[in-house]
C-alpha cells in the first residue's frame, strides 16, 4: 500500500508507477483566487552552479523566477544549481515547515517530555476540558488523523480575502487564537488521514506550551541552533522578517505579502536557504539531525497514506520496502519540496519564489524520472 506521490509535471507519464494526487498545502487553494489578477510574464533567472543539473531541471521550470535545486548522491556529495539565485538566498518554505515541527516532536519524546500519546487535554488541562479535540494525541496531530478541520472556520473569509489582496490570510491570530480555534473545532473523519493546517499548527503549540517557552524559541533551540542552521528562522510576524527576505510571486506573477503566520506558524512560518536545507534533510538521511526519528518513525498507516511525525512516506519498491519520504510546501508567493530515499540516501530540496508546485520535480530528480 502507497501514500501519494506527487504529480509529475513531465509531458509523458511514468510507466512504471501510477501516480495520485498529492497531499497539497492548503495556500494552494488559497492562493487561487489571486489569480484573478491580470498575469505578468515570468521570465527564469540565469543559471548559476552545476550546469548539468541546470540544464536537467529548467524544461521544468516555466512561469518560474528565482530557483534553488539541491541534489544528495547517494555518496553524500550535493550539487547546486541556481537560477537567479545562490545557495544561500532565503525562501518561504510553506509546509515543509511541518516537518520540522515533526523534528520537534522527536526531540520531545527524546527528552521523556510528552509522548506520541499525550492528548491536548493532558498538555492544556481544564482549557481542553469539553473540547472534541480533548484526547487527540500529538501523533493523531502529526499524521493529520485528528479528525480537525484543514483550517478553522473563523479562518475561513479571511482565507478569501487574502487571496484576493495578496496577503497573508493567517496574520492577526497569535498562538493562543489558535490553540482556541482548535478547541473550538468539530472533528470529522477521525482516524483517516485528511490534511490539516490547523492540527499541525496546534501540535506545535502544544509542544511549545508542555516545554515553557514559544514556537519560535523552541525552534531555535532544539533544531537550529545544534544543526547550526543560520540561514532559517520562523518570523512569526513581518517585523521580524530578515533583510534577505525577499517578497515572491504568485502564479500570476505578481508580487506576494510574506506569510509569517503568527499563531500558525509550526504549519507552514518557516523561511530557510537551499544551504541550510540540505544540512537538514542530510541529518534525517543518516541520522545525525535533532528529531531525525520523525522522518522514519511512522505513526500512521492507511490505506492511502503512510506518515511518520509530519513526514509523508511514499511505497517505490513494495517488495524491498524503498520509499520517497517527502513534504511540499506553498505559500502566497513561494513553493517547496525536500525529501529523500529510503534506500539510497540521495535527497532533493526544491525552492522557488514562485507559488507553482515544484512537487513533480523533486519527486522526479529522486526517481530518476528527471535525469540529472
Known amino acids: 500500500m502507497s501514500a501519494s506521490l506527487p504529480d509529475q509535471p513531465a509531458a509523458a ?37 552545476d550546469t548539468d543539473l ?93 479528525g480537525l478541520p484543514r483550517l478553522a472556520s ?4 479571511r482565507a478569501t480575502t487574502a487571496g484576493f489582496l495578496r496577503h497573508d490570510p493567517y496574520a492577526g491570530r497569535d498562538a493562543q487564537t489558535v490553540i482556541d480555534d482548535a478547541l473550538a473545532s468539530s472533528l470529522s473523519g477521525r482516524g483517516t488521514s485528511s490534511y490539516s493546517n490547523l492540527g499541525v499548527a496546534l501540535e506545535g503549540q502544544l509542544l ?4 515553557g517557552t514559544d514556537y519560535a524559541s523552541l525552534l531555535q533551540e532544539r533544531i537550529l541552533e545544534p544543526a547550526q542552521l543560520t540561514g532559517t528562522y520562523a ?5 521580524n522578517l530578515r533583510e534577505t527576505h525577499r517578497r515572491g510571486h504568485g502564479v500570476n506573477g505578481l508580487r506576494q505579502a510574506a506569510w509569517t ?7 507552514g512560518g518557516i523561511c530557510s536557504t537551499a544551504a541550510d536545507m540540505m544540512t537538514y534533510v542530510t541529518g534525517m538521511i543518516d541520522g545525525s539531525g535533532p528529531g531525525a526519528a520523525a ?7 492507511g490505506e492511502d497514506k503512510i506518515v511518520a511525525m509530519n513526514w509523508f512516506h511514499s511505497v517505490l519498491d513494495e517488495e524491498a520496502d524503498t520509499r520517497l519520504i517527502w513534504h511540499n510546501g506553498q505559500t502566497g508567493g513561494y513553493s517547496s ?36
Open 54 to 146: 541546470a540544464a536537467a531541471v529548467a524544461p521544468h521550470l516555466k512561469g518560474h523566477q528565482r530557483v534553488a535545486v539541491m541534489l544528495r548522491d547517494p555518496s553524500g556529495a550535493t550539487r547546486f544549481a541556481g537560477f537567479g539565485s545562490s545557495e544561500s538566498d532565503e525562501f518561504e518554505i510553506g509546509s515543509v515547515t511541518k516537518t520540522f515541527t515533526g523534528a520537534l516532536l522527536a526531540c520531545a519524546i527524546e527528552e521523556g517530555e510528552v509522548s506520541a500519546e499525550t492528548t491536548v487535554e493532558e498538555i492544556l488541562g481544564e482549557r481542553a476540558s469539553g473540547s472534541e479535540v480533548a484526547d487527540a494525541t500529538l501523533a493523531e496531530l502529526a499524521t493529520h488523523t485528528s
Open 154 to 157: 473563523a479562518m475561513l473569509w
Open 295 to 301: 522522518a522514519t518513525e511512522v505513526l500512521h498507516e
Open 261 to 267: 503566520m503568527e499563531g500558525q506558524a509550526p504549519a
Open 13 to 49: 507519464p511514468p510507466s512504471r508507477r501510477t501516480l495520485l494526487t498529492a497531499t497539497i498545502p492548503a495556500a494552494a487553494a488559497l492562493i487561487g483566487v489571486g489569480a484573478l489578477s491580470f498575469p505578468r510574464p515570468a521570465s527564469l533567472g540565469e543559471p548559476t552552479g
Open 235 to 239: 518570523p512569526i510576524t513581518p517585523e
Open 337 to 372: 519540496f525536500a525529501g529523500f530515499r529510503s534506500d539510497t540516501g540521495q535527497g532533493v530540496v526544491v525552492l522557488t519564489d514562485s507559488a507553482r508546485p515544484v512537487d513533480g520535480l523533486g519527486a522526479g530528480l529522486l526517481t530518476g524520472e528527471v535525469a540529472a
Open 208 to 211: 511549545a506550551a508542555a516545554t
